[in-house]
C-alpha cells in the first residue's frame, strides 16, 4: 500500500506529484553539494490543490508530503517515493511527523495570529527529514489580512519547506498567492471508484457502497459517512421529502424552520462534547482545582475559548445547511435528468417516486429556478445572511417554482 492508494481518480495529478517528488531528491542532494538545480525540476516550494469538495485535495497534499518525506530503503536503489511504509511515510499520514504541520480549521476563517505562527514555522529548518511541510487544508478560509502575510513567505521560502494549499478554486486564493504556486486541479471521483475504495478498505457492503457513492456523486468522506452512519442516512432522507412539502406557504414556512433546527442540532451534538473537554483541558492548565475557581487574570483566556467555541459552532451549522442544500441540488438534477430524457444515471434512485412525481408535475424551467434558488440560498448563506431567512426565501422559492 503507498502512500497515493486513497488519492481515488486522480491518475494525472498522481504522475504529476510522484514525478515531483523523485525530482525533490534530486534538488536536494544538488543543494547540499553546492551544485545548481536542474531549470527542468518538476519541484518547487509552492503549489495549490484545487477541486470540486470531495475530490481529495488534502488527500493529494498529505500524499505529497509523506512522498518528500519517505525513507524506505528501496529509494537508494531507485524506487519510488511514497512507499507506504517506513517510518516517514506511516507518521507523515498519521500527522505525527516533526517535519509536516497539517493546518485545518473549524472555525469560519484564519485569522493574522494563526497565519504568522505558521510563517514563524515555515523559517525553521526540517527536524528530521529533508523538507520542512506546510500543509493548509483551508487556504480559502485565509482572511485577507492572512494572505498578506503569508504571502511574503510563499513568495521567499526557506530552502527547505515547501508550502501546500488547498481550495475548491483558483479564485478562492488571493491573485498574489496563486501566481506564486504550481496548480494542480484534481476532479471529482468517478463514482464506481469511490464505491470500490468504500468496499475494499472500509469493509462496506457492495450494495450500500454503490447506493452511497452514486447518491453524494463521487464525494468520498460524504459516501463513507452515508454509508456507516444511520443518522446521516436519516437526516438525508428528510430533506430529500422538502420538495414535496412546500405546496403552501405554511408547509413552506415549516420545512424551513425543520431544516435550521435539524443544522442547530447537528451542530449542538458535534460541539458539546469537544466544548466540554476543551473547557476542562483549559482549565487545568490554568491551575484551577477541580470545581474550583480560576485563578486571577485566567478569565481573558476563559472568554477567548468560549468565542472560538461560539464560532466553531456556527461554523458547524453552517456546514450541515450547506451540506442539506447539497442534497437538494442533487435532488432537482435528477428531476432535471428526467424532464429532459438524459441518460445520465440518477443519484437519488432510493426517492424515485418523489422524482417522478414532481418531474410529472413542473417543468425544466421550473426545476431550473428551482436549482437557482438553492445556489442563492448557499450565497446568501456565505454573506452571512440570517439562516432562517435565506432558507425560508428558498423555500417559497422552490414552491413558485
Not at 494572505?147 to 515547501?162: D, H, Y
Not at 438553492?374 to 414552491?399: F, K
Request: with cysteine; charged share 30%; hydrophobic share 40%.
Amino acid at each position: 500500500m503507498t502512500v497515493w492508494d486513497d488519492l481515488v481518480g486522480q491518475d494525472r495529478v498522481q504522475e504529476q506529484l510522484a514525478a515531483a517528488a523523485r525530482d525533490a531528491d534530486a534538488l536536494v542532494t544538488a543543494d547540499g553539494a553546492g551544485k545548481p538545480v536542474s531549470s527542468g525540476s518538476k519541484m518547487t516550494h509552492a503549489w495549490l490543490f484545487t477541486g470540486p469538495p470531495g475530490s481529495g485535495r488534502s488527500t493529494a497534499a498529505r500524499a505529497f508530503a509523506a512522498a518528500l518525506q519517505c525513507t524506505s530503503p528501496d529509494r537508494a536503489l531507485g524506487g519510488a517515493p511514497g512507499c507506504g511504509f517506513c517510518d516517514g511515510c506511516h507518521t507523515s499520514l498519521i500527522g505525527t511527523h516533526a517535519d509536516v504541520e497539517v493546518v485545518r480549521t473549524d472555525l469560519l476563517s484564519i485569522g493574522v495570529k494563526e497565519t504568522r505562527e505558521l510563517v514563524r514555522r515555515a523559517q525553521l529548518s526540517p527536524a528530521v527529514g529533508r523538507w520542512q511541510v506546510i500543509v493548509l487544508e483551508d487556504a480559502d478560509r485565509l482572511t485577507e489580512g492572512a494572505g498578506n502575510v503569508l504571502l511574503k513567505a510563499v513568495e521567499e521560502p526557506a530552502p527547505r519547506t515547501v508550502w501546500l494549499l488547498c481550495a475548491p478554486s483558483l479564485e478562492d486564493v488571493l491573485p498574489t498567492i496563486r501566481s506564486r504556486c504550481r496548480h494542480l486541479t484534481l476532479r471529482t471521483p468517478p463514482v464506481d471508484a469511490v464505491a470500490d475504495v468504500l468496499i475494499r478498505r472500509d469493509g462496506i457492503d457492495p450494495e450500500r457502497a454503490a447506493s452511497a457513492a452514486r447518491a453524494t456523486q463521487g464525494h468520498i468522506d460524504r459516501a463513507r459517512r452515508l454509508a456507516t452512519d444511520e443518522r446521516a442516512r436519516s437526516r438525508r432522507a428528510a430533506v430529500l421529502k422538502l420538495p414535496l412539502r412546500v405546496e403552501d406557504i405554511g408547509g413552506c414556512l415549516k420545512a424551513a424552520q425543520e431544516l435550521i433546527d435539524t443544522a442547530t442540532d447537528d451542530a449542538k451534538q458535534v460541539s458539546e462534547e469537544v466544548d466540554a473537554k476543551e473547557t476542562e483541558e483549559m482549565k487545568a492548565a490554568l491551575g484551577a482545582a477541580a470545581g474550583g475557581r480560576l485563578p486571577r487574570g485566567t478569565a481573558g483566556v476563559m472568554k477567548e475559548l468560549e468565542d472560538r467555541q461560539k464560532r466553531r459552532k456556527t461554523r458547524t451549522q453552517r456546514d450541515s445547511l450547506d451540506l442539506a442544500l447539497t442534497d437538494l441540488t442533487g435532488f432537482y438534477r435528477d428531476v432535471l435528468a428526467i424532464q429532459l430524457g438524459s441518460r445520465i444515471a440518477i443519484a437519488n434512485t432510493d426517492v424515485e417516486d418523489a422524482l417522478d412525481q414532481i418531474a410529472r408535475s413542473s417543468t425544466p424551467e421550473r426545476t431550473l429556478r428551482r436549482i437557482e434558488a438553492v445556489i442563492a440560498c448557499r450565497r446568501a448563506l456565505d454573506r452571512n445572511v440570517a439562516p432562517l431567512l435565506a432558507v425560508e426565501a428558498m423555500t417559497m422559492a422552490l414552491r413558485a417554482g
